[in-house]
């Protein structure tokens, strides 16, 4: 009588094993570098966003401050009487900014700043501040707290427009009885290379 043979069970050779091995390896490399590319990608995304909404916020800061200019001369740190607009491209000391003007006060404060406010703009180092005097006529050596709006900036410009058209750096202008100018250019560079300009028309109160 014949025995039945046996058939015997062969598992996986270490050829298939190494080759199932090599698949699984490229498999995972890839699903990294995808998951990598969509985690850079939404950093990114996240910085541009964080970039242009400190620019949006900036230009609502300047515009809030311009639509309550005041018509209200100062005394400055030096005991000089100072016009409400004053503009200078460029700043020697902590006491200075790029523009300085008068604005009317926060309704919101209870404080100095309810009523008329010496505020300004600057550019230091790579950080545009704005300025806040603690009263509109400065004490003599009189500091201004600084307020930091928007940094990794290279270039903060201000051009002044007069009654006639023209553009100016500075202002007030020399033998022109205007108070403040008809407009205000704003013009940024960033360090990332985008240059952002920005008009503003300025209330009539001269």
Known sequence: MRTPAIKKSHGFTLLEILVALIIF???SVLAYRGLTSVLQSRDHLAQENRKWRGVSMLFARIEQDLNQ???RPVRDAN????????????????????LAFTRMGYPEQASALAGPV??????????VEQLLWPAPDAAPRAVPA?????DQVVVLEFQYLDASGAWHAQWPLPNNKDVFPAALQVVLGLKSGERVVRMF???GLQ
């Open 25 to 27: 390896g490229l498999m």
């Open 201 to 203: 028309a300025l209330p």
């Open 79 to 98: 005991n000089l009487i100072a016009a409400p607009f004053v503009a200078q491209p460029q700043v020697r000391s902590e006491q200075e900014a790029m």
């Open 69 to 71: 200019l005041a018509n």
């Open 146 to 150: 600084a307020n930091g709006l928007l």
């Open 118 to 127: 010496r505020t300004g703009y600057r550019l230091r180092g790579d950080i």
